[in-house]
């Protein structure tokens, strides 16, 4: 492995090699060979290969002999597990030459480990402290099984556990940073515009000509997940002062032509950039959910810290819990049905006067498969934020499925909440 | 590739190649990769290798050449879209010393895909109708991109588009029953055992001599996720029904093994099976919630149908909701806490009656990352179950990651009411 000459950075290449016999009978879907591609080409290191092979001696050997033939990094997920059928530390162990010591740092981890969850240490799990001796062992805080980073001829084998979480924090914690450490790799700059209540070839049509003017070294994507379009901007070069000058001028054209739809940016997540908004200005708020059943709540409280701000939820899934607990009238209901604005803005008053808040999110709809009619088929959501002078409420219709039903009506509730607190409080 | 003997199936391998740069820079997970090997693991064929790589000549006759070195299918997809950077026809093309020659029925198939969209065909389109003279064109009518089926050593390589459904129709109309026509697959037959509180290891140390007894054509799989385990089985083989037996003999051995771990089987989920039992029984529940900040109720209600017995939940993440919705004394959260037996108990019996239904969850607990003291670290939870004649509560600590603990607190609890639903009536 080269270095990169003064000034100029060097291309280094990375092959993944996942290993599991869950992936080839298709039981597991391979997010983490999109989740590591997507990291390793933000610190400026490509991809070249993906691999699958099962839980065998001979297919991990042939992965990694084919594997050195053209990349820098192999980096190797899964067959660490402390049971009979994850092999992959022994194999790699002969490959190596290797023997297996035991490391007395990690049989501490996994010591703590068991401890603060108040588990016996097995046997097994004392066999998961033992590493190869030429390798260096890295320390896995969220399992047992440790990663080992490996160097031959001028290439690096990186082998973790395929949990993904556990995976995650050692890329992030020390992969990518040691990786960064020792090579100089290109400076590559991306920005993500976050955007909400436009698809995507929609805002293809709107920004066509921006697009067909950004320079060559800046790159566009569209990353649409439900409810949501990201565009990640992707700038590659030498010099950081350059590559940052023009994405921000290419953000700053991009604003003036889609700005109504722009709520946050890179990591940021709308729950997050509530959680914010409402801790700055010290407000609370409370949600009174049908449809979602509680995923507004469950939303909006996976964020640390969301209990100074966050009161509760009553999640009124029968017309007798709306009634009996937020004191929609029966008469409404019989009038207006539970899906209407009537019974949405009635929702949003009560539980906002009830759990005393300065905001509320209410939302009922029809998630589906089943309840549609012709006049409300499924995916007819009405949205109520009620705020200590006004109510504002809208009705959506988000198509047939009931899973993202559910996603996109959390997510546009959350950005109408969005959008008003900056009204109200600007 | 010979075909198998009179009696003994053939076993049948194949590689799945990927083409895509979308793929190698995680913007598109690589789902496509999962359903395939599901279907052809379904129909007896094994894959023993998934290469994902990327739109380059190079990279094409590379993998086309590792792949036919020990697979007799290799199955392509990607890279057949009209545009310049789609180039696996014209590589597929010199692979195989082929040339292109407009296919008429081909061109049909695009002209009608056109008219009935109402759409123009464009030149580039009529260029998708030009196939390699020594493939046998498979027909796509849902999209533009036929597939090609070219054979040679024994070796049948078969190039898909990339778009899924347009992929997936392909497979189950043409590809699979053409494989089944030509060649005598085996039998397999894969069993799914679900187990909830208790890890791998732990599980792997219990039924370490059951696993060493099974017969040699049945392969367990440990497949972890938080707060579950689940084990498979795979039998592969002649006769269906020795199969069949076999599997149902190695299932009940062990059940008694670890039947209080088992909560169901194959592709079930636990709030589905929470859903029937209740369904069945006629009962309604609800939930008081507090560290899981209504992520029980959202799992509960993702099931199609379960208006029919959740009536709904209170979230009740401050003390103030705990005290002034659900009756919960204030004097018993300064004596004990908040996260307490107490609290958690009072929550479970309050929701119950208030709500009105036979049973009840509650929980509360320290989410984390803050709120830790040493009495009662990140990762505490409480957990009450209330039913007509009785409560039941336990306390857990599962770790100090807040979305995993909010996870793992949601399947215990599932757990803990189906074994009382059960329970109580049996």
Chains 1, 2 share one sequence.
Not at 86 to 108: A, E, G, P, Q, R
Not at 313 to 341: F, R, T
Request: with cysteine; glycine share 6%; net charge negative.
């Amino acid at each position: 492995m080269k270095s990169g000459n003064a000034g100029l950075f060097y291309n280094m290449q990375a092959e993944i090699i996942n290993i599991g016999d869950e992936l080839l009978i298709g039981q597991v879907i391979n997010t983490n060979a999109s989740w590591i591609a997507e990291q390793f080409n933000l610190a400026g290191i490509s991809i070249n290969r993906i691999t699958v092979i099962a839980d065998e001696k001979e297919s991990i050997i042939n992965a990694l002999n084919n594997a050195a033939l053209q990349a820098d990094i192999i980096l190797i997920t899964g067959g660490l597990g402390p049971t009979n059928d994850d092999i992959t530390k022994k194999v790699l162990c002969d490959y190596f030459d290797s023997k297996l010591i035991l490391n007395k740092d990690v049989l501490d981890d996994i010591q703590t480990y068991f401890h603060k969850r108040k588990f016996e240490v097995t046997s097994l799990n004392q066999q998961q402290a033992e590493v190869p001796d030429k390798c260096i062992p890295i320390r896995n805080y969220n399992g047992t099984a440790p990663g080992m980073w490996f160097e031959r001829n001028n290439k690096i084998y990186i082998s973790l556990p395929g949990v993904p979480f556990e995976m995650k924090a050692l890329i992030s914690d020390y992969v990518l940073p040691e990786i960064s450490k020792r090579f100089k790799l290109p400076v590559i700059i991306h920005k993500t515009i976050l955007t909400q209540g436009v698809g995507e070839s929609f805002l293809a049509d709107k920004i066509i000509n921006w697009e067909n003017n950004l320079p060559e070294f800046i790159k566009l994507a569209y990353l649409p997940t439900p409810g949501l379009v990201r565009l990640r901007l992707s700038a590659k070069g030498n010099d950081k002062n350059i590559l940052s000058k023009s994405i921000e001028d290419a953000l700053n054209s991009l604003q003036t032509l889609i700005s109504e739809y722009i709520y946050g940016y890179d990591e940021e997540t709308l729950e997050e950039i509530i959680g914010n908004l409402l801790n700055q200005k010290k407000l609370t708020i409370a949600t009174a959910e049908s449809c979602t059943g509680g995923y507004i709540a469950s939303r909006i409280t996976s964020v640390p810290g969301s209990s100074a701000y966050f009161k509760g939820s009553i999640v009124c899934y029968s017309n007798e819990i709306k009634i009996q607990e937020l004191n929609i009238p029966e008469q409404m209901i019989i009038n207006h049905g539970a899906v209407s604005c009537e019974v949405a803005e009635a929702m949003a008053q009560s539980i906002r006067r009830k759990f005393d808040t300065q905001y509320s999110i209410a939302v009922t709809g029809i998630a589906g498969p089943d309840g549609g009619t012709n006049e409300k088929p499924v995916g007819t959501v009405w949205i109520s934020i009620a705020t200590p002078s006004t109510i504002i409420s809208e009705k959506f219709f988000f198509g047939d499925n009931r899973e993202r039903n559910i996603q996109r009506t959390c997510i546009t509730a959350l950005n109408m909440l969005r959008k008003i607190i900056l009204k109200n409080n600007s």
